[in-house]
């Protein structure tokens, strides 16, 4: 088992999923509430990486994120680094690669809330904002945390993005799946195994989490009758 790869892996993700939950749930609500027709293209922008090949984005990031970029040339100007092949591009490809993983579980929970229920709260005297704290957000916790869930075990196994942006630098940015890759291509099939049965197990409890919340979800107005 590659530690170093598996700890990089884990906090590329964590730091993935609170990015997009920061990013994701603004986002999630305007498209759940928004009227504007043109929605739907900006929907099938978040829902891009789930058809498009990852080796595809990743080009794209690269080129988007390299020294001839605007973003490039500023990150260098303020660090003196380069963004491809360090651990901040790869969360940016990451955040953008597990975008519509986290956006479409948090939109689909704002729109099953019912609008009543936020009516009563600015009617009741309630601010928009404080409304969306203390009623919307706490009703829409179960499509929140399936989309944390999601994005972190969907971070934690992506390959071909992170391969495109990073590359394979140990410590840097030698993710557990691009670890597997190295002990498949250097014929070590233990190591392989072991790491890919660590991750296999991951996947298996992250699904199994993700379809309690949604069945727990589909019963509760059978649990709670208005």
Not at 45 to 62: C, S
Not at 147 to 170: K, Q, R
Not at 174 to 180: G, L, N
Request: a positive charge; aromatic letters at 12%.
């Amino acid at each position: 088992m590659d530690w170093n790869a598996l700890w990089l892996s884990a906090r590329l993700s964590a730091c993935t999923s609170l990015l997009l939950f920061v990013i994701g749930v603004p986002g999630a609500w305007w498209l759940a509430t928004t009227r504007w027709r043109g929605r739907i293209f900006v929907e099938a922008v978040v829902a891009l990486p789930l058809v498009l090949p990852p080796t595809v984005l990743g080009y794209y990031v690269l080129v988007g994120l390299g020294p001839n970029s605007f973003a490039g040339r500023w990150y260098e100007s303020i660090t003196g680094a380069l963004l491809p092949f360090s651990f901040e591009g790869l969360l940016i490809a990451s955040v953008l690669y597990s975008l519509p993983f986290a956006v479409q579980p948090f939109t689909a929970a704002f729109r099953a809330i019912d609008p009543h229920l936020i009516e009563a709260s600015l009617n009741a005297g309630a601010s928009p904002s404080k409304t969306f704290w203390r009623v919307t957000l706490p009703l829409a916790w179960h499509g929140i945390l399936a989309g944390i869930v999601l994005s972190f075990a969907h971070t934690l196994g992506e390959f071909g993005v992170v391969l495109m942006v990073g590359g394979n630098i140990p410590g840097e940015t030698r993710t557990v799946s691009v670890a597997i890759y190295d002990h498949v291509q250097t014929l070590d099939y233990s190591a392989a195994a072991r790491t890919s049965i660590f991750l296999l197990a991951i996947s298996f409890l992250v699904l199994s989490i993700t379809y309690a919340l949604q069945r727990n979800f589909r019963l509760s107005p059978l649990l709670n009758p208005r």
